[in-house]
């Protein structure tokens, strides 16, 4: 009882924050990633990073493994960071006697980032996943996302990114463009905060 609580109220407070940061940038909540900058990031280019395991509040089984699968992969691609492996990350989670999916304190995730020399950390949480039904039995797949890029000498969150968005955003003409798989929606959303990312100055490995 104590986990659906703590739940909801996390969903509660990011769909809250989302709708009351796409209304002070003008825009209607779920039209884009919104992004909030704490801090700025390095002014240099910055090519060692590490995505975290995500944290899955949603009902969607494996909905974490998924979405950090797909944030590591567009990264590489569209930044050409040199990513921290898996294992290393999951080996430095383990010294530190965190389970996939545990929330680090600071401290531990200095000690993280230290371990996988990681200048930059990725985190997340899966708010929401799930495959509604769409027109004429399709699929329909929900993804609700917050995305933190966090410094890693301390931990804190720099930037911070929320977004929403449904496979029947993307319907064209007779339906061409539409994403009906939970992975392709996925995909379409984390370019989409890695497109604003790079517009609002994250800078790519130049090495």
């Given amino acids: 009882m104590g986990r659906r609580i703590l739940t909801h109220s996390r969903r509660l407070a990011a769909l809250v924050m989302l709708a009351l940061t796409a209304l002070l940038a003008g825009c209607a909540a779920g039209n884009g990633p919104q992004l909030q900058q704490m801090s700025p990031l390095p002014e240099v280019a910055v090519c060692r990073v590490a995505v975290l395991p995500f944290q899955n509040d949603s009902e969607f089984l494996a909905a974490d493994a998924v979405i950090a699968k797909v944030v590591s992969a567009r990264l590489q691609q569209s930044t050409d960071y040199l990513l921290a492996q898996d294992g290393d990350v999951y080996k430095a989670y383990r010294q530190l006697g965190l389970l996939p999916g545990m929330v680090p ?3 531990q995730l200095q000690i993280i980032a230290d371990r996988v020399d990681a200048r930059l950390l990725f985190t997340g949480i899966v ?8 027109d004429h039995g399709s699929v329909n797949p929900v993804i609700v996302l917050e995305m933190q890029i966090r410094d890693g000498r301390s931990g804190e969150v720099l930037w911070t990114t929320f977004h ?3 496979g029947a955003d993307y319907n064209k003409t007779m339906h061409f463009g539409s994403i009906y798989t939970i992975t392709g929606l996925g995909r379409r959303m984390v370019d989409e905060i890695i497109t604003l990312w790079l517009k609002k100055g994250l800078i790519q490995c130049n090495v």
Avoid: A, T
């Avoid at 708010?127 to 769409?134: F, I, K, N, S």
């Fill in 127 to 134: 708010l929401e996943m799930r495959e509604d039904r769409g």
């Fill in 105 to 107: 304190d600071l401290e």
């Fill in 164 to 166: 929403r968005r449904e």
